[in-house]
């Protein structure tokens, strides 16, 4: 359903969409807790066209310029 966890919910963007390995915004190439996904409206649901692949720095970036803009 719709109603899950953080952590839930980012296991299913894995499933579906693989572990992020190249940042979407940078181009940076990084495994492990150096990529990200990124939610881009912070709705979090399940919709896979909602979800950014971003390395640590550039989601920090994204998350800091959505806050501002909202």
């Keep these: 359903g719709e109603n ?3 952590g839930t ?3 299913w963007v894995r ?8 940042c979407e915004q940078c181009g ?9 996904w990124a939610n881009k409206d912070h709705k979090y649901k399940r919709n896979l ?5 971003l390395c640590r720095k550039c989601h920090i970036e994204y998350d ?5 803009t909202t």
């Design 28 to 36: 940076t190439i990084g495994h492990g807790r150096s990529m990200h």
């Design 49 to 53: 066209s909602d979800w950014l692949r």
């Design 15 to 22: 499933h579906w969409l693989g572990k992020p390995n190249k």
């Design 64 to 68: 800091k310029n959505l806050q501002v």
């Design 9 to 11: 919910l980012h296991k």
């Design 4 to 6: 899950v966890s953080y």
